[in-house]
Nanobody, 126 residues
Framework: QVQLVESGGGLVQAGGSLRLSCAAS????????IGWFRQAPGKEREFVAT???????DYADSVKGRFTISRDNAKNTVYLQMNSLKPEDTAVYYC????????????????????WGQGTQVTVSS
C-alpha cells in the first residue's frame, strides 16, 4: 500500500521561506515521477512542480526561480523548497506520485499521478 505524507507547512511572512517534505512508503521515489500541486480556497488544484525523471524537473511559471523540487533517495523523501514566498502562494500543497512513466506534458497534470498525500497548509501573510 502506497502512502505519501507531506509535512513542513505553516505560517510565514511574505518574502520568507518554507521547505515541504513528502515521505513515501510502499513506493520508491528514486525511480518514479513525482509532482507537487496546490489548491487555494475557492480555486482548482493547480500544478506547481514536478521531477518527472531522475534528472528532469519542471515548474509552473508562477513559481519558477523561487521554488525547487528535489529528491533524497536515501530517505525516500521529496522536498519542495519555497523561497521569496508571496501571499498568492497560500494554499494546501499536495505531493503526488506514480509508478508509470510519464512525460513532461502529462507530469504537469493531475491525471498523471496515481497516489496523493493528504496535503499540508501553507499560509503566507502580507
Amino acid at each position: 500500500q502506497v502512502q505519501l505524507v507531506e509535512s513542513g507547512g505553516g505560517l510565514v511572512q511574505a518574502g520568507g521561506s518554507l521547505r515541504l517534505s513528502c515521505a513515501a512508503s510502499g513506493l520508491t521515489f528514486s525511480r518514479n515521477p513525482i509532482g507537487w500541486f496546490r489548491q487555494a480556497p475557492g480555486k482548482e488544484r493547480e500544478f506547481v512542480a514536478t521531477s518527472w525523471s531522475s534528472v528532469n524537473t519542471d515548474y509552473a511559471d508562477s513559481v519558477k526561480g523561487r521554488f525547487t523540487i528535489s529528491r533524497d533517495n536515501a530517505k525516500n523523501t521529496v522536498y519542495l523548497q519555497m523561497n521569496s514566498l508571496k501571499p498568492e502562494d497560500t494554499a494546501v500543497y499536495y505531493c503526488a506520485a506514480t509508478t508509470q512513466f510519464i512525460g513532461p506534458v502529462v507530469a504537469r497534470t493531475q491525471r498523471g499521478y496515481d497516489y496523493w498525500g493528504q496535503g499540508t497548509q501553507v499560509t503566507v501573510s502580507s
